[in-house]
């Protein structure tokens, strides 16, 4: 098994991803019923992303942390629901890869899953 090395390797990466949330019931409707993500638009975006951050490629200018807490505000993200995302996201690392950037893109998988939660926690104390 090798490692990441190319925006294709992403490409499988987020696809094979995207394959286990759709599958899950208990975070699905976030894609499905509040998103309404289109898979075919996204996907690309989402390679973009990670590519910037583990091959060094740049291209990506959305606000993540905006997006997120705009979701949020449709639906609450819970702790419950990154863990779902974080789980998925490592079994499809795993299952594909194995490397030095395998293992950086999980600790940044896990990097954002931890502001984002601190963001939100803010923006809800900031309702209160």
């Known amino acids: 098994m090798s490692d990441i090395q190319t925006q294709e390797d992403l490409y499988l990466l987020v696809d094979e991803f995207y394959k286990k949330l759709l ?5 699905s409707y976030i894609f499905t019923d509040v998103v309404k993500i289109k898979l075919e638009e996204h996907l690309p975006i989402l390679v973009t992303f990670w590519s910037q951050g583990i091959l060094g490629t740049g291209g990506y200018s959305k606000n993540l942390t905006q997006i997120h807490l705009d979701v949020n505000e449709k639906e609450y993200l819970s702790p419950e629901l990154f863990s779902i995302w974080l789980n998925h996201f490592y ?3 795993d299952e594909n890869f194995k490397g030095e950037k395998a293992e950086r893109i999980k600790t940044q998988a ?3 899953a931890t502001v984002m939660q601190i963001k939100i926690l803010n923006q809800k104390k900031e309702e209160i």
């Open 23 to 27: 599958a899950d019931k208990t975070i």
């Open 110 to 112: 896990l990097s954002i």
């Open 91 to 93: 079994n499809s690392v």
